[in-house]
C-alpha cells in the first residue's frame, strides 16, 4: 500500500528543504518507496481531522493503511524497520544507528531549534542579546563533540544509515549551518549527504511545491 505523507501547503522555508517532512521524502526515497502527499494550510493543520492524526498541529503525519504516525523521527524509524538500506543487518549495527537517530533529535536539534526561536521569535526581546551567545556556545560544543566523533570517517557508524539520515538533516536548520564553516569535517558531512541521488529527490519534490504555489499566486 502506497503511503501518505503530509507536508506546508505553503512553507516557511520558501522551499530550501528545512520543512519537517523533508526527513520523511528522503527516507521513502532512500528505500525506493512510492508515497503521495497531502498538502495542508496552517488551518487546517488546526483542524479536528488533521488534529487526529497530529495532536499537536503540525506535520508530518504518516497514514499507510490503518496505520497513522506523527513525528518525523518516529517515521523516518519505521520508513527503515520496514525496508532494507537504512539500518544494518545485524542487531548491534542496527542499534548503534537507532542510538544515532536519537542523538539528531534529542541532542543536537533541541538547542538548535533554541537558537533559531530566540532568534525569530523573542528577537525582540530584552533578554535575548545575552542569552543568544550562551545558546550558540552549547551548539558549537555539541558539533565540536559531533566533530570529534565523525573524525574522517565517511558515515557516523560504518555504510549510510537512518542515523546518518536524520542528523544531516538536523546540521542543515540555519542555526547549525551558520556554524559549519568551524568544523570542516561535518561540513563535508552534509555536503556527502546532500549529494545522494535520494536527497536530490527529496528536494527537488519539496521545492517543487513552494515553487507551484508561487507561481499560483502570482498568477
Request: net charge neutral.
Given at each position: 500500500?502506497?503511503?501518505?505523507?503530509?507536508?506546508?501547503?505553503?512553507?516557511?522555508?520558501?522551499?530550501?528543504?528545512?520543512?519537517?517532512?523533508?526527513?520523511?521524502?528522503?527516507a521513502?526515497?532512500?528505500?525506493?518507496?512510492?508515497?503521495?502527499?497531502?498538502?495542508?494550510?496552517f488551518?487546517?493543520?488546526?483542524?479536528?481531522?488533521?488534529?487526529?492524526?497530529?495532536?499537536?498541529?503540525?506535520?508530518?503525519?504518516?497514514?499507510?493503511?490503518?496505520?497513522?504516525?506523527?513525528?518525523?523521527?518516529?517515521?523516518?524509524?519505521?520508513?527503515?524497520?520496514?525496508?532494507?538500506?537504512?539500518?544494518?543487518?545485524?542487531?548491534?549495527?542496527?542499534?548503534?544507528?537507532?542510538?544515532?537517530?536519537?542523538?539528531?533529535?534529542?541532542?543536537?536539534?533541541?538547542?538548535?531549534?533554541?537558537?533559531?526561536?530566540?532568534?525569530?521569535?523573542?528577537?525582540?526581546?530584552?533578554?535575548?542579546?545575552?542569552?543568544?551567545?550562551?545558546?550558540?556556545?552549547?551548539?558549537?560544543?555539541?558539533?565540536?563533540?559531533?566533530?570529534?566523533?565523525?573524525?574522517?570517517?565517511?558515515?557516523?557508524?560504518?555504510?549510510?544509515s537512518?542515523?546518518?539520515?536524520?542528523?544531516?538533516?538536523?546540521?542543515?536548520?540555519?542555526?547549525?549551518?551558520?556554524?559549519?564553516?568551524?568544523f570542516?569535517?561535518?561540513?563535508?558531512?552534509?555536503?556527502?549527504?546532500?549529494?545522494?541521488?535520494?536527497?536530490?529527490?527529496?528536494?527537488?519534490a519539496?521545492?517543487?511545491?513552494?515553487?507551484?504555489?508561487?507561481?499560483?499566486?502570482?498568477?
Amino acid at each position: 500500500m502506497t503511503p501518505t505523507i503530509t507536508a506546508f501547503e505553503s512553507s516557511p522555508d520558501r522551499g530550501r528543504g528545512l520543512a519537517r517532512d523533508m526527513a520523511v521524502r528522503w527516507a521513502l526515497e532512500e528505500v525506493g518507496q512510492p508515497y503521495g502527499v497531502r498538502l495542508v494550510s496552517f488551518k487546517e493543520m488546526k483542524a479536528p481531522a488533521h488534529l487526529a492524526l497530529q495532536p499537536f498541529g503540525q506535520i508530518p503525519t504518516y497514514q499507510e493503511g490503518d496505520l497513522a504516525l506523527f513525528e518525523s523521527g518516529a517515521i523516518v524509524l519505521h520508513i527503515a524497520e520496514g525496508h532494507p538500506g537504512l539500518l544494518p543487518g545485524g542487531a548491534d549495527g542496527r542499534a548503534r544507528a537507532i542510538a544515532w537517530m536519537f542523538a539528531a533529535k534529542s541532542t543536537i536539534e533541541p538547542v538548535i531549534v533554541e537558537c533559531e526561536v530566540a532568534k525569530l521569535m523573542e528577537g525582540d526581546k530584552k533578554w535575548t542579546a545575552e542569552r543568544l551567545p550562551m545558546i550558540i556556545d552549547r551548539i558549537r560544543d555539541r558539533l565540536r563533540r559531533l566533530s570529534s566523533r565523525l573524525g574522517d570517517a565517511e558515515w557516523l557508524d560504518g555504510p549510510f544509515s537512518a542515523g546518518d539520515l536524520l542528523m544531516i538533516n538536523v546540521l542543515r536548520r540555519p542555526g547549525a549551518f551558520a556554524l559549519l564553516d568551524e568544523f570542516p569535517n561535518l561540513a563535508a558531512y552534509v555536503a556527502r549527504g546532500e549529494a545522494r541521488p535520494a536527497f536530490k529527490r527529496a528536494f527537488e519534490a519539496q521545492l517543487a511545491v513552494f515553487t507551484n504555489q508561487a507561481a499560483t499566486t502570482s498568477a
